[in-house]
């Protein structure tokens, strides 16, 4: 099965090159582009130890296809999801859908077009561009897959045509709980990261930034609770500190964004999760959460 992958920037380039190294047939499609020639690409992925990956990767944009008949696979920013869920609809509704994408409630749009089939996956990884055609790439852990809603393919099927040995794919059964745990984790990084202009590593380096962090993470866990999710403040800290020490250097996507004028995606993340807390009328509960977003949101219209 052939692997259309949507959203050409520095994930969706490097699972590209670790699906293209195994011998898979993959093409890159630019998410935002309407109109293009298809063209080849040699991308460049710098591993740890200074190891490297080369591929020339097919890239095209969806206005050149009429169907995208195999596995599609969303690595594109989540704020362009329900755009992209109008023009999939009549090209891909009934392939299996994969969201690579952080937050929360990123595959609504889809579930209200009605597509049969669809995963979330919850990446732990960290990657970003040295240059237009070179991505530095760090995995963390192994990035779990989960149901959504269920098709006539199955998870094993699509976790397997996706896993490679640099770029490690697994089942999970609760992958909600998956997601909000990533979710809180990166209302963390996507709000803390940016505001200080920093990379990933602060949190372990430095005691008063990990102190804002711990506040985010009690606000956070304590609507996750209420919503019926089952997490600890602990774990999510020492996850916020497994990333950040594997992660030294690395600059979060949001930071990336604003210094490249781009929208961020703030709104699945902090305010995604203020938003579920008004639902309940506990909206008190995450001022610090509510208010870091703020400041994100407001950094990124300010920078364009």
């Given at each position: ?55 020339n990767i097919s890239i095209s944009t969806l206005d050149h296809h009429k169907t995208l008949d195999g596995l599609v696979v969303l690595t594109n920013k989540?704020?362009?999801n329900e755009a992209l869920a109008e023009k999939l609809q009549s090209k891909a509704k009934t392939s299996p859908l994969v969201l690579l994408q952080n ?99 602060i949190f372990h380096r430095n005691k008063e930034v990990l102190a804002i962090a711990q506040r985010v993470i009690t606000e956070c866990v304590t609507i ?81």
């Amino acid at each position: 099965m052939k692997t259309y992958i949507i959203g050409a920037g520095s994930v969706g380039k490097t699972l590209a090159v670790c699906l293209h190294h195994q011998g898979k047939e993959v093409e890159l499609i630019r998410g935002r582009e309407g109109q293009g020639k298809p063209h080849q690409q040699k991308i460049t992925l710098q591993l740890k130890n200074e190891a490297q990956l080369e591929a020339n990767i097919s890239i095209s944009t969806l206005d050149h296809h009429k169907t995208l008949d195999g596995l599609v696979v969303l690595t594109n920013k989540s704020f362009g999801n329900e755009a992209l869920a109008e023009k999939l609809q009549s090209k891909a509704k009934t392939s299996p859908l994969v969201l690579l994408q952080n937050g929360l409630g990123v595959e609504q749009p889809f579930l209200e077009k009605g597509f049969g089939e669809l995963y979330r996956c919850v990446l732990f990884m960290t990657s970003q561009h040295n240059d237009a055609n070179t991505v530095s790439y760090k995995p963390v852990a192994e990035s779990p897959i989960g149901v959504i809603q269920q098709g006539t393919s199955n998870l094993e099927t699509v976790v397997g045509l996706l896993d490679t040995p640099n770029f490690r794919f697994v089942t999970e059964k609760n992958i909600q709980r998956t997601i909000w745990k990533k979710a809180i984790a990166n209302s963390v990084f996507n709000s803390i990261c940016p505001l200080l202009e920093v990379d990933n590593g602060i949190f372990h380096r430095n005691k008063e930034v990990l102190a804002i962090a711990q506040r985010v993470i009690t606000e956070c866990v304590t609507i996750a609770n209420r919503k019926g999710v089952d997490l600890g403040t602990s774990e999510l800290e020492d996850q916020v500190l497994t990333i950040s020490r594997m992660s030294d250097g690395q600059f979060i996507s949001t930071l990336q964004d604003i210094n490249n004028k781009r929208e961020t995606e703030i709104d699945t993340l902090n305010f995604e999760i203020y938003r579920i807390a008004q639902a309940m009328n506990l909206s008190d509960r995450v001022k610090e959460t509510r208010l870091l977003g703020e400041l994100v949101k407001l950094k990124s219209e300010l920078h364009r």
